[in-house]
């Protein structure tokens, strides 16, 4: 059966290596174009002027283009196939947000004109703030965090200077679940905070008695990503926010699995104080091949004062910056990831009410869908009825065909997929985590499935090695040995290897 | 809006679960926690209203000035070749390539931005991109501290305000000193005395306010004393400036947004992070590293990924984890199309026409503070209020620079400004700086 979106046909161009932009250099050659100096050219002496030209390659344009274009049939992408990469939120993101992005009355827009002069931009900040604010159920928003990992910080920060100006520095820990991504801890640490892991239960959820025993005077608050990374709600978390708050400690809201629940459940209602979002997973912004991103952070009424600030405000039908009075001081050198924050808007207003209240419930339908269809293959890691993501193990392959879940992840982007999530959360062995999204067709999630099935049944069979998978690629599995040891991370530095070794 | 479901589609999806409705999905949450009447937004926007909706946005900005502002950000030609592969769905609609055998094309983009960074710069290893120049600044600093051990960081007044701010936010001000030293007419003081309680000596080249100076010997006489040494650059200026390798620097951050990306308001831009090998495990964020597959194809991977906080959680040096991939991918591009000769008329034209303006404004009566030591960026004295001198200048037609105190404005010139937009300029500064 021929499919929508699925991946009947490879996405993919290989053929022998391309050669990198410096060996295509010849020297002489040009694509830079640039008008004839206009103004009379006088000899300028300066102390910091150099006499030889900078290192660049030099190629053609037409040479230039072929080999970006080249490069880029080497690359996966949401534009060619199916993610189920747990945690990613990995939806599809619509071109009509780009061509909003791009229209240079944004995009030409110098970062540090006068208020009067970009009512535009604090009207986009002003607008979206109400959006995340509705959708989350917070009150007052700062879009300055560039991505996920900075917006935990900032809220780490606000929580440090909240207990700073309240006198309770003897507040030093974070309570942070054994199954977080690694960016929890690392932001509370930064913050200068003390990580204090709380344990998952056999369920899958924050262990509540555990929770009271490791909770004390010296809490200063809690990360949680609801649903949490093993894609279960936690539905004890009216309990967990009481038992956090009755110590005195902030909760904080970790956006990454926000999009289960958009217009369902949200983290003001449960007693969150601070929310971070992701809005190149939930808002639908593409990835960029790893950025950029945007982290906003949304609080409660009582936290705004300590924002990072500038943030927008709409006063009098005009729209101004307000510096908040206890900010934590900025997090970006100016107004975030503007373009990205615009992006999201975009997407906001072209789903609506309609588009967002069914949002989390379509990618919650897709992601149960799968898990039924998948957990005949694989066992789930849990037994408990999945949010947007759910979480397999292939333990028992190992031990009985030593097949690892990176196998198994390699195998499948011969079939045209990229692999699920591996490896995590932790505490589960040999993950694998599947995010379908709701932007997926029913065809595409069967095809998975199907794909799976295929290769868990190829992989253990007794000729095969493992090592070999994937097979159809550009590249095979790289070594990845030889750049850690002997760090081949510039051009010249591998056939200098090659040389001296 | 993208939900691909026909209502056959959910029958068959409701049945295979056993459910009647979207709503039997959430049976295992609180009551008390569910929405009930949804959400309090607006009805959604066709494509076609949306259009509309943002063009009345869009047209509430003054997007149509002539910009001689920069302080980081400069207007300067940003090419539709570099644009268009930028924007390449392969490229932008990806994810971080942690699965190399079918991300080597962002793989290999990113490679070739380490070592053009490498390259242009004069250093032996650069990341894969930090989230802009202000926060590279900080990321720098932290690595000088993990690196000596020390607290104290001497740093450059002439640093763009915003940065010291984020800065003094990312920095732990109750564990580590922050010295801002004063610029001396405009330049860091040569004959300063660094000590060796500090663990990072940062600087601006060219400074803020656009005077420029060698910095060599500063350099050294800090690398004497065990810090570490930061440069701050701007690096569409390196086609004819010296670089910071051949001064010395450890370490290399730089706002890239004047190589690949749009001005943006100021994001997505992209930070750049350059050091040498010694540094290594030390460095933020992710490097791509070349290797081989099984059959000897060249292929590319991430590497040094232990220090990176999904595998060292809190022992992480840095928290970073979504980069500006794309935008240090714009760079890439940018400088590629560029070569050594367009990077150098790029630089060599905006110091001639900056230079033009300078003598111009002179000419007419002004004052230019830092005229003799300053290149493609300067400090405009005006006469009456500098924030009203920019309002008014608006009116006229030209974004007049960034508002430095109230009698300067910081004036920056890039070879995409004319010399009939200069002169132009100065026409209408003598018609609002009226003092």
Redesign the interface.
């Given at each position: 059966m021929v499919s929508?979106?699925n991946a009947s046909s490879l996405p993919?161009v290989g053929g022998k290596?391309?050669p990198?932009?410096?060996e295509l250099s010849s020297p002489g050659?040009?694509?830079?174009?640039?008008p004839k100096?206009?103004?009379?050219?006088?000899k300028?002496n300066?102390?910091?002027?150099?006499k030889e030209?900078?290192?660049?390659?030099?190629?053609s344009?037409h040479d230039?283009?072929m080999?970006?274009?080249r490069?880029?049939?080497?690359?996966?992408?949401?534009?060619?196939g199916f993610?189920p990469?747990g945690s990613?939120t990995?939806?599809?993101?619509?071109r009509?947000a780009?061509s909003?992005a791009?229209?240079?009355?944004?995009?030409?827009?110098?970062?540090?004109?006068?208020e009067?002069?970009?009512?535009?931009?604090l009207?986009?900040m002003y607008e979206i703030g109400n959006?995340l604010c509705?959708?989350t159920g917070m009150d007052y928003a700062s879009f300055q965090p560039?991505?996920?990992?900075?917006g935990?910080?900032t809220g780490l920060?606000i929580i440090k200077k909240y207990l700073e100006i309240n006198n309770l520095t003897n507040k030093t820990e974070i309570i942070v679940p054994d199954s977080a991504?690694?960016?929890n801890?690392?932001?509370?640490?930064?913050a200068?905070f003390t990580?204090v892991e709380v344990e998952t239960d056999e369920r899958g959820m924050v262990n509540i008695e555990k929770l009271k025993e490791i909770v004390n005077e010296n809490t200063a608050g809690l990360m949680l990503t609801n649903p949490n990374t093993g894609g279960l709600?936690e539905?004890e978390?009216?309990t967990i926010s009481q038992i956090i708050h009755n110590a005195g400690g902030l909760l904080y809201y970790d956006g990454a699995n926000l999009n289960a629940i958009v217009?369902?459940?949200?983290p003001g209602?449960?007693g969150f104080d601070i929310v971070h979002s992701?809005l190149?997973k939930t808002f639908?912004t593409?990835?960029?091949?790893?950025?950029?991103?945007s982290?906003p952070v949304a609080v409660k009424e009582f936290l705004k004062e300590y924002l990072?600030g500038p943030i927008a405000e709409n006063k009098d039908r005009k729209y101004n910056w307000y510096q908040p009075e206890n900010s934590?001081?900025?997090?970006?050198?100016?107004?975030?990831?503007?373009?990205?924050t615009l992006r999201a808007l975009?997407y906001?207003?072209?789903?609506?009410?309609?588009?967002?209240?069914?949002l989390g419930?379509?990618a919650?339908?897709n992601a149960?869908?799968l898990s039924?269809?998948v957990s005949k293959i694989i066992p789930l890691a849990y037994d408990?009825?999945c949010m947007h993501e759910f979480v397999t193990s292939v333990k028992d392959l190992k031990k009985s065909h030593k097949i690892k879940a990176y196998d198994v992840?390699?195998a499948l982007?011969d079939k045209g997929f990229?692999?699920p999530t591996i490896y995590?959360p932790l505490i589960v062995p040999e993950a694998l985590m599947f995010e379908p999204t709701?932007?997926?067709?029913?065809e595409t999630l069967d095809d998975l499935a199907d794909s799976l099935k295929i290769i868990i049944a190829d992989l253990q069979q007794e000729d095969i090695v493992l090592?070999?998978y994937?097979k159809n690629?550009?590249?095979?599995?790289?070594?990845?040995l030889?750049?850690?040891k002997f760090?081949?991370?510039?051009?010249?530095?591998?056939e200098l290897l090659e040389i001296t070794e | 809006?993208?939900?691909?479901?026909s209502e056959l589609?959910?029958k068959?999806?409701f049945d295979?679960?056993s459910i009647n409705s979207?709503?039997d999905?959430?049976t295992?949450?609180?009551d008390?926690?569910?929405?009930e009447n949804?959400?309090?937004?607006?009805?959604?926007?066709?494509?076609l209203e949306?259009i509309d909706?943002?063009n009345d946005?869009?047209?509430?900005?003054?997007?149509d000035?002539v910009?001689f502002?920069g302080?980081?950000?400069y207007?300067v030609?940003l090419?539709q070749?570099v644009?268009s592969?930028t924007?390449?769905?392969?490229?932008?609609?990806?994810?971080?390539?942690y699965?190399?055998?079918?991300?080597?094309?962002?793989l290999?983009?990113?490679?070739?931005f380490?070592?053009?960074v490498?390259?242009?710069t004069d250093m032996?290893?650069?990341n894969?991109?930090l989230?802009?120049?202000?926060?590279s600044i900080a990321e720098a600093i932290s690595v000088a501290i993990n690196k000596t051990k020390r607290d104290g960081v001497t740093i450059s007044s002439g640093l763009?305000p915003?940065?010291k701010?984020?800065i003094?936010?990312?920095i732990?001000k109750?564990?580590f000193n922050l010295n801002y030293v004063e610029l001396d007419n405009y330049l860091f003081p040569s004959d300063y005395d660094f000590d060796d309680s500090q663990a990072a000596f940062v600087v601006s080249?060219?400074h803020y306010e656009g005077s420029?100076?060698?910095l060599t010997e500063l350099v050294s006489k800090a690398k004497d004393k065990g810090i570490v040494t930061i440069c701050y650059v701007d690096p569409s200026m390196?086609?004819?400036?010296?670089?910071p390798g051949?001064m010395g620097f450890d370490i290399i951050v730089a706002?890239g947004q004047s190589l690949g990306s749009?001005?943006?308001?100021?994001?997505?831009t992209v930070g750049w992070f350059a050091t040498k090998?010694e540094f290594?495990r030390l460095v933020p964020g992710?490097?791509?590293?070349?290797?081989?597959?099984?059959?000897g194809?060249?292929?590319?991977?991430m590497?040094?990924?232990a220090r990176?906080?999904?595998?060292?959680?809190?022992?992480?040096s840095?928290?970073?984890?979504?980069?500006?991939?794309?935008?240090a991918?714009g760079s890439?591009?940018h400088?590629?199309?560029?070569?050594?000769?367009?990077?150098?008329?790029?630089g060599y034209?905006s110091?001639?026409?900056a230079?033009?303006m300078k003598k111009s404004l002179i000419k007419s009566g002004y004052v230019i503070p830092n005229d003799d030591?300053s290149?493609r960026e300067f400090l405009l004295e005006v006469r009456t209020n500098a924030?009203e001198v920019?309002?008014k200048m608006?009116e006229k037609g030209f974004?007049a620079g960034?508002?430095y105190d109230d009698n300067h404005v910081l004036v920056a010139v890039t070879?995409k400004r004319?010399?009939t937009e200069?002169d132009d300029y100065i026409l209408a500064l003598q018609e609002v700086d009226n003092g």
């Open positions: 929508g979106g993919l290596p391309e990198t932009i410096k050659r040009r694509a830079s174009n640039f100096l206009d103004v009379p050219e006088v300028i300066h102390e910091s002027l150099k030209k900078a290192r660049l390659p030099e190629v344009e230039l283009v080999h970006y274009s490069l880029a049939h080497r690359n996966f992408a949401v534009d060619l993610y990469l990613c990995m939806k599809y993101n619509p009509f780009d909003i791009s229209d240079s009355r944004f995009a030409n827009m110098h970062p540090s004109m006068p009067e002069f970009t009512q535009g931009c009207k986009v959006y509705e959708i560039p991505a996920g990992a900075s935990e910080l920060l991504h690694g960016t801890p690392a932001s509370a640490r930064m200068g990580v709600f539905e978390i009216l217009g369902t459940s949200r209602d449960m992701n190149h639908a593409p990835h960029g091949g790893g950025g950029p991103g982290g990072p934590i001081g900025r997090m970006h050198g100016y107004h975030g990831n503007f373009l990205v975009v906001m207003k072209l789903l609506g009410k309609e588009g967002l209240d069914t419930a379509y919650v339908l149960r869908y039924s269809k408990e009825p992840g390699k982007l990229h692999s995590f709701e932007t997926q067709s029913k090592e070999d994937p690629l550009p590249v095979g599995r790289p070594n990845e030889i750049p850690a760090l081949t991370v510039n051009w010249g530095d591998f | 809006m993208f939900v691909p479901h589609d959910l068959k999806m295979e679960l979207l709503d999905l959430f295992h949450i609180p008390a926690l569910l929405l949804g959400l309090d937004l607006p009805e959604s926007l066709s494509e949306s909706y943002f946005i869009a047209a509430r900005n003054k997007s000035l910009c502002a302080g980081g950000h207007d030609y090419p070749t644009k592969l924007m390449r769905p392969e490229f932008m609609t990806s994810y971080t390539p699965q190399a055998e079918i991300s080597q094309g962002i290999q983009v990113l490679f070739e380490q070592s053009l490498c390259d242009l032996e290893l650069a894969a991109s989230y802009d120049g202000a926060t763009n915003n940065s701010e984020v003094n936010t990312l732990d109750n564990k080249y060219p420029c100076q060698d390196l086609g004819v400036l010296t670089t051949q706002e749009p001005l943006s308001f100021g994001g997505p090998k290594a992710r490097l791509i590293g070349e290797s081989r597959d099984k059959d194809n060249k292929s590319y991977v590497t040094l990924r990176e906080q999904d595998i060292r959680r809190e022992k992480a840095s928290n970073i984890c979504t980069n500006q991939t794309l935008n991918i890439a591009i400088l590629s199309w560029l070569g050594p000769e367009g990077l150098y008329d790029m034209h110091i001639q026409k230079n033009y030591s290149l924030s920019i309002n608006g974004l960034i508002y070879e004319k010399k200069i």
